[in-house]
């Protein structure tokens, strides 16, 4: 349990930081590949053995990793097509949705059990996302033109984490969960530099402190998002449906409930019941995994 609540709380962090991103005007590309070299830097400063490059390319997962550090940038990029399209609200439902393609995976492939509780606690915990998240009385509204950028960050997101489950389960060793994690911010930060290397040379981008700063304060949380979340899923607490679920649900409802109390957030009645339905969903999954 402590494992997914210190993941849940990790998130939670990145929430907060994110936040005061737009509060001090930090540029937020610049300090997303700060983070991911930070993140990378926290799992290779945890990890108990020697940081041999020749070693790690041997690994099964290596090439997996550089897949999944290209597709963070990517789902970054177009999450942030998709706030400037159609809102923030609409990235929000996007990302968190995406937990029905761990759940399905997880179903599938690994054959995990599906009760009448963990049903409905699914369910719930979908509604729970989607009331929550929606800052706005009209709800979403999304252009058919654009209804492909939320689509591909549903698909992206979803794939992430389907991937990390699969990944820790097949082929990363306990003791190399930490190196398993600096991998994957190494690939996203290395495409990030040069992303910004690139935008540097036309003139279109100026590195600023308050940038790199934002991003220390970012990668730190990120890093351990991670890493609680892979071992919340080796805990054996729930099955990986259930972690996925719970993991996402908590943290759309506890991110809701600090931007009451940090940022003096106004909800909306259906943004109470969101969290209402939140902690039932919780609860119910927790049940039918025990």
């Known amino acids: 349990m402590i494992y997914l609540l210190l993941s849940i709380a990790a998130s939670v962090a990145i929430f907060i930081v994110f936040k005061l991103f737009s509060r001090y005007k930090v540029h937020t590309f610049q300090a997303i590949v700060v983070n991911y070299v930070v993140a990378c830097s926290c799992g290779l400063l945890a990890y108990e053995g020697s940081v041999i490059p020749s070693v790690i390319v041997g690994y099964g997962w290596f090439y997996y990793t550089l897949a999944l550090g290209a597709l963070f940038i990517t789902v970054f990029n177009l999450m942030a097509i998709t706030t400037q399209r159609s809102g923030l609200s609409v990235v929000s439902v996007a990302t968190k949705m995406s937990v029905v393609v761990p759940i399905v995976f997880g179903l599938v492939y690994y054959k995990e059990s599906l009760g009448a509780l963990k049903i409905i606690g699914i369910l719930l915990a979908l509604a729970a996302v989607y009331l929550a998240s929606i800052k ?136 109470w019941l969101g969290i209402a339905l939140a902690v039932l969903s919780i609860f119910l999954i927790t049940i039918a995994g025990m």
């Not at 609680?228 to 649900?249: E, H, M, P, Q, Y």
């Open 136 to 271: 706005s009385k009209e709800g979403l509204t999304i252009k058919t033109k654009n209804l492909i950028f939320p689509l591909l960050v549903f698909i992206g997101s979803g794939v992430i984490d389907t991937s990390i489950k699969y990944l820790e389960g097949s082929f990363v060793a306990a003791n190399d969960v930490p190196l398993f994690s600096a991998t994957i911010f190494a690939s996203a930060a290395i495409l990030g530099i040069l992303s910004i290397a690139v935008l540097a040379v036309r003139g279109k981008i100026h590195v600023q402190l308050k940038n790199i700063l934002g991003g220390i304060a970012l990668g730190i949380p990120n890093y351990f998002s991670i890493y609680f979340l892979v071992k919340a899923l080796r805990s054996g607490l729930l099955d990986s449906s259930g972690i996925f679920t719970v993991n996402n649900v908590a943290i759309v409802m506890v991110s809701t409930l600090v931007g009451i109390l940090l940022f003096k957030e106004r909800l909306l009645p259906k943004n």
